[in-house]
């Protein structure tokens, strides 16, 4: 009997788990960055940059992807008017 509900509750668990894989991967594709693109990046999380924050712009860039850390990471050449900017708050 123990047995039976413990292969009932692995096969559960099994499908279980199947099931939000199967959510998660449809909700969620890499990202199609290559080193050498040109991306623009949020400045919601710029912490030095003065003034209103109704007038400040929403994207700096375009920057270029030097390399890539995984998945949700990549490093940017900057260059120009964003050396100022570039600390950061993520």
């Given amino acids: ?8 509750e692995y096969r559960f668990m099994q499908d279980s788990f199947k099931y939000s894989k199967e959510r998660w991967d449809k909700s969620h594709k890499p990202p199609a960055f290559k080193v050498g693109d040109l991306v623009l990046v949020s400045t919601l999380n710029f912490v030095n940059i003065k003034g209103s924050k109704k007038l400040k712009d929403c994207f ?12 949700n990471a990549v490093k940017l050449e ?7 900017k570039t600390q950061l708050s993520l």
């Fill in 78 to 84: 900057i260059t120009g008017e964003h050396m100022e």
């Fill in 60 to 71: 700096a860039g375009p920057l270029m992807i030097k390399a890539l850390h995984g998945t």
């Fill in 1 to 8: 009997m123990l047995d039976k509900a413990r292969n009932h």
